[in-house]
């Protein structure tokens, strides 16, 4: 019983209280006022009413634990609970209530919980989340406070929202976790049996489906190959077709549920439209198309009808057949079914398998062990080259301006078929023309001692002949025989669609016979220039190529000793050397017709002992001045002041080889041994010249020379380049000894 609220009966509570201040529970931050805390004791340090007060201390030791926040310590870590409800039903005689199953889930970064419900078949219930995450309070008087680790256990009651949920199990993290921080777990219990799901699955016994069912699990296969498709790149030839062509494909395989889709790589401006699809994705028979089926016949299953009779209670009922009778087998394509170089069957249409990516090959080769990848080639091959017919040749002209006149509808002047850059590289101010002295092989008396010149002209593929006269006969120096032109090959048809075949450079060589419009003529002998530049590119050339014509002399040689008396009887005197014909004799024995006559002069000319010709320096300025006159050339003042321009040390000298530019240069009408053989008299040991005295001794206005009486060898020489014939071979002497040294490796005694 309270004692009453009248005077000298009510107990003064602040007897023996000395502290009577009032919390401070305002103040300010960042010059922002607002309520600093609000678990500050009322005055006097008193609890208010229903305040609590947080332990000041924590329970763990210092030094226990890490200092990693909650949300970092304990990131994506979960406690998992098993927890059941009993829930009343109402109304319904079947039963009193009903056992839902719940999973709760607390977050340990940061306290909050979520509570799912499971899916349970036919239980009419919907699964999905119960509450959502998020801290709970605790129920009254405790409201204030949230749920912690500390309050969960198994076989304990949480009561969330008046809802009260039952712990009976956790999983073995939660219980790992649980022993660590120091709760002691319960036993685990178990969740009682719903009374209205065991009176359901009774039903289930007895109920039939009113078709057969026939379960076929696919999961497996689409949980393992969800989202691998195999790629192939596909080639269609359809060319055989009208209008058809060569299209590339690109083929899918699904390997979650075995099923073909294809696409067309169109090019770009190829004129057809854009299809999303060849191909739908589906399953691709191997034997496509198949025929006609009526509706239903072509199923997975095969369903018999139960005949119940003509009683009262008749039983209706279905049967799968087993044995599967009468159904209509299909085989469609398989991963196992491709392959690089296969040829697939898409509804009738042919199509090659030609590469795949490389997730497709890994595919393979870790499956099936497939290591050869080798592609097979898309691209198109080239059309067939129709070969064009043209009329054969009219006689009009030449054979190619009657083929232009065919090629195009406006006859236009076609040149020869020329190789511009070769008549560009072989036209210059030096010679591009092998010259030939040929004798006429004919029968009758008075032609049999006629010689001509033969002019092979290199920058066209063009023949002229001249017929050389002797001089002072009151004739011309040279008759024309044959103008420049190009001369047939014998033996080929006049009137033909094919253009005719010309004698070639590499066909003319010492000793050959050729046939010039059906005269033969011998070649007895070439000019230098043309031994020169047929040893040059012996590759075209091969009878000038010196290491093939000693190796056919080797091969004839059995015995070295008889050799080197053959040629000691010839060399009585024993000078080391021996004439040219002498030479040639000896030679042409040992290799028994094997050495043709252009091979013997490649021999000779290596081998040949040089000449020298000492002539006077007045005999050469005479024939220069010769040369000089005829060309009427003067400017011989001009060339002194380039060279003195050029000479800017004023020593009135320069290299031969600077004068000797200048001269061509300048076009000085004196040949190339001529000009040399004066240089080299004028060049001092340094190998330069006076210039001033050497262009006044050419100066013949100035300086004068008398005419000379004797021909000498350089001068007849050189008016037989000048006017076209081929000088003789210059071998007089050859030296055998060094080639018997580089041939049998014989020594002199």
Same mark, same amino acid.
């Given at each position: 019983?309270?004692?009453?609220?009248?005077?000298?009966?009510?107990?003064?509570?602040?007897?023996?209280?000395?502290?009577?201040? +009032?919390?401070?529970?305002?103040?300010?931050?960042?010059?922002?006022?607002?309520?600093?805390?609000?678990?500050?004791?009322?005055?006097?340090?008193?609890?208010?009413?229903?305040?609590?007060?947080?332990?000041?201390?924590?329970?763990?030791?210092?030094?226990?634990?890490?200092?990693?926040?909650?949300?970092?310590?304990?990131?994506?870590?979960?406690?998992?609970? *098993?927890?059941?409800?009993?829930?009343?039903?109402?109304? +319904?005689?079947?039963?009193?209530?009903?056992?839902?199953?719940?999973? =709760?889930?607390?977050?340990?970064?940061?306290?909050?919980?979520?509570?799912?419900?499971?899916?349970?078949?036919?239980?009419?219930?919907?699964?999905? %989340?119960?509450?959502?995450?998020?801290? =709970?309070?605790?129920?009254?008087?405790?409201?204030?406070?949230?749920?912690?680790?500390?309050?969960?256990?198994?076989?304990?009651?949480?009561?969330?929202?008046?809802?009260?949920?039952?712990?009976?199990?956790?999983?073995?993290?939660?219980?790992?976790? &649980?022993?660590?921080?120091?709760?002691?777990?319960?036993?685990?219990?178990?969740?009682?049996?719903?009374?209205?799901?065991?009176?359901?699955?009774?039903?289930?016994?007895?109920?039939?489906?009113?078709?057969?069912?026939?379960?076929?699990?696919?999961?497996?296969?689409?949980?393992?190959?969800?989202?691998?498709?195999?790629?192939?790149?596909?080639?269609?030839? *359809?060319?055989?077709?009208?209008?058809?062509?060569?299209?590339?494909?690109?083929?899918?395989?699904?390997?979650?549920?075995?099923?073909? $889709?294809?696409?067309?790589? &169109?090019?770009?401006?190829?004129?057809?439209?854009?299809?999303?699809?060849?191909?739908?994705?589906? +399953?691709?028979?191997?034997?496509?198309?198949?025929?006609?089926?009526?509706?239903? /016949?072509?199923?997975?299953?095969?369903?018999?009808?139960?005949?119940?009779?003509?009683?009262?209670?008749?039983?209706?009922?279905?049967?799968?057949?087993?044995?599967?009778?009468?159904? @209509?087998?299909?085989?469609?394509?398989?991963?196992?079914?491709?392959?690089?170089?296969?040829?697939?069957?898409?509804?009738?249409?042919?199509?090659?398998?030609?590469?795949?990516?490389?997730? %497709? +090959?890994?595919?393979?080769?870790?499956?099936?062990?497939? *290591?050869?990848? %080798?592609?097979?080639?898309?691209?198109?091959?080239?059309?067939?080259? =129709?070969?064009?017919?043209?009329?054969?040749?009219?006689?009009?002209?030449?054979?190619?301006?009657?083929?232009?006149?065919?090629?195009?509808?406006?006859?236009?002047?076609?040149?020869?078929?020329?190789?511009?850059?070769?008549?560009?590289?072989?036209?210059?101010?030096?010679?591009?023309?092998?010259?030939?002295?040929?004798?006429?092989?004919?029968?009758?008396?008075?032609?049999?001692?006629? &010689?001509?010149?033969?002019?092979?002209?290199?920058?066209?593929?063009? =023949?002229?002949?001249?017929?050389?006269?002797?001089?002072?006969?009151?004739?011309?120096?040279?008759?024309?025989? @044959?103008? #420049?032109?190009?001369?047939? #090959?014998?033996?080929? /048809?006049?009137?033909?669609? $094919?253009?005719? $075949?010309?004698?070639?450079?590499?066909?003319?060589?010492?000793?050959?016979?050729?046939?010039?419009?059906?005269?033969?003529?011998?070649?007895?002998?070439?000019?230098?220039?043309?031994?020169?530049?047929?040893?040059?590119?012996? *590759?075209?050339?091969?009878?000038?190529?010196?290491?093939?014509?000693?190796?056919?002399?080797?091969?004839?040689?059995?015995?070295?000793?008889?050799?080197?008396?053959?040629?000691?009887?010839?060399?009585?005197?024993?000078?080391?050397?021996?004439?040219?014909?002498?030479?040639?004799?000896?030679?042409?024995?040992?290799?028994?017709?094997?050495?043709?006559?252009?091979?013997?002069?490649?021999?000779?000319?290596?081998?040949?002992?040089?000449?020298?010709?000492?002539?006077?320096?007045?005999?050469?300025?005479?024939?220069?001045?010769?040369?000089?006159?005829?060309?009427?050339?003067?400017?011989? /003042?001009?060339?002194?002041?380039?060279?003195?321009?050029?000479?800017?040390?004023?020593?009135?000298?320069?290299?031969?080889?600077?004068?000797?530019?200048?001269?061509?240069?300048?076009?000085?009408?004196?040949?190339?041994?001529?000009?040399?053989?004066?240089?080299?008299?004028?060049?001092?040991?340094?190998?330069?010249?006076?210039?001033?005295?050497?262009?006044?001794?050419?100066?013949?206005?100035?300086?004068?020379?008398?005419?000379?009486?004797?021909?000498?060898?350089?001068?007849?020489?050189?008016?037989?380049?000048?006017?076209?014939?081929?000088?003789?071979?210059?071998?007089?002497?050859?030296?055998?000894?060094?080639?018997?040294?580089?041939?049998?490796?014989?020594?002199?005694?």
């Amino acid at each position: 019983m309270a004692l009453p609220l009248l005077p000298s009966y009510i107990f003064n509570r602040n007897v023996g209280k000395e502290k009577f201040h +009032k919390s401070q529970h305002w103040g300010f931050c960042n010059n922002v006022s607002m309520l600093v805390s609000e678990s500050k004791p009322g005055i006097g340090g008193e609890l208010l009413l229903g305040q609590k007060m947080k332990p000041k201390y924590s329970v763990f030791t210092k030094g226990v634990g890490s200092d990693t926040p909650s949300w970092v310590a304990f990131d994506k870590q979960v406690l998992s609970f *098993d927890a059941y409800v009993e829930d009343e039903v109402h109304d +319904k005689s079947q039963e009193n209530y009903r056992i839902r199953r719940y999973k =709760i889930f607390f977050y340990l970064e940061d306290d909050t919980i979520q509570v799912n419900e499971p899916e349970v078949k036919n239980s009419g219930l919907p699964p999905g %989340t119960f509450i959502r995450r998020h801290q =709970i309070s605790l129920p009254p008087p405790d409201d204030d406070q949230f749920y912690t680790v500390y309050h969960f256990n198994i076989n304990v009651d949480i009561v969330f929202y008046g809802q009260t949920f039952k712990i009976y199990d956790c999983d073995a993290f939660t219980k790992n976790f &649980l022993k660590k921080i120091g709760v002691k777990l319960n036993p685990p219990g178990q969740c009682p049996g719903d009374p209205y799901m065991k009176i359901w699955r009774k039903k289930l016994d007895f109920i039939q489906p009113l078709r057969p069912y026939e379960s076929s699990n696919t999961l497996k296969q689409f949980l393992e190959y969800d989202r691998k498709i195999l790629r192939f790149f596909c080639l269609w030839d *359809d060319s055989a077709s009208w209008f058809g062509d060569r299209r590339k494909l690109v083929l899918h395989y699904f390997l979650t549920d075995d099923t073909i $889709e294809i696409k067309e790589l &169109l090019p770009k401006n190829s004129g057809r439209d854009t299809m999303p699809f060849l191909l739908q994705r589906g +399953k691709l028979p191997k034997y496509g198309p198949p025929g006609m089926y009526q509706p239903g /016949e072509i199923t997975d299953q095969i369903v018999l009808n139960v005949y119940g009779g003509f009683a009262v209670s008749r039983v209706h009922g279905y049967l799968l057949d087993k044995y599967k009778l009468g159904k @209509l087998e299909q085989e469609f394509y398989k991963d196992s079914d491709l392959s690089i170089g296969t040829t697939i069957n898409v509804w009738g249409r042919k199509v090659i398998l030609c590469d795949c990516d490389e997730f %497709t +090959k890994t595919y393979y080769k870790n499956k099936y062990g497939i *290591d050869n990848f %080798t592609s097979v080639s898309c691209k198109t091959p080239p059309p067939p080259k =129709i070969e064009r017919k043209f009329p054969p040749y009219t006689g009009f002209g030449s054979e190619e301006d009657s083929l232009c006149s065919c090629i195009g509808l406006r006859p236009k002047p076609c040149p020869h078929l020329r190789n511009f850059r070769k008549f560009m590289e072989k036209h210059s101010y030096k010679s591009s023309v092998l010259r030939f002295l040929a004798k006429l092989m004919t029968r009758e008396y008075d032609n049999k001692d006629r &010689l001509f010149i033969i002019s092979y002209f290199l920058n066209d593929d063009t =023949i002229s002949v001249f017929e050389p006269t002797e001089r002072n006969s009151g004739k011309r120096r040279l008759k024309k025989f @044959l103008k #420049r032109m190009r001369v047939k #090959r014998p033996g080929q /048809e006049v009137f033909k669609s $094919e253009l005719s $075949e010309y004698i070639k450079a590499e066909e003319l060589y010492i000793g050959a016979k050729v046939n010039v419009n059906g005269y033969v003529f011998l070649l007895l002998s070439a000019d230098e220039y043309t031994l020169k530049f047929m040893e040059k590119n012996s *590759d075209k050339f091969p009878l000038s190529n010196l290491e093939l014509a000693l190796q056919k002399l080797k091969e004839k040689i059995s015995k070295s000793g008889d050799i080197r008396q053959i040629f000691r009887a010839a060399d009585s005197g024993f000078t080391k050397k021996m004439d040219y014909n002498t030479f040639r004799d000896i030679v042409m024995t040992i290799a028994v017709g094997k050495l043709t006559e252009q091979e013997f002069v490649t021999v000779a000319r290596h081998y040949r002992v040089p000449e020298t010709l000492c002539l006077d320096v007045n005999v050469l300025i005479a024939m220069a001045h010769e040369q000089l006159k005829k060309n009427t050339f003067e400017s011989f /003042e001009r060339l002194i002041y380039s060279c003195v321009y050029q000479d800017r040390e004023k020593k009135k000298v320069l290299p031969s080889k600077d004068i000797k530019r200048l001269c061509k240069s300048s076009k000085l009408p004196l040949t190339d041994d001529l000009l040399g053989s004066l240089l080299s008299m004028f060049e001092d040991s340094e190998e330069q010249i006076n210039y001033e005295s050497f262009f006044c001794a050419l100066n013949w206005r100035i300086n004068p020379m008398p005419k000379l009486v004797a021909i000498s060898p350089l001068k007849k020489r050189c008016d037989d380049v000048s006017v076209g014939m081929p000088s003789p071979i210059s071998m007089k002497y050859i030296d055998y000894l060094k080639f018997l040294k580089d041939m049998y490796g014989l020594e002199e005694e």
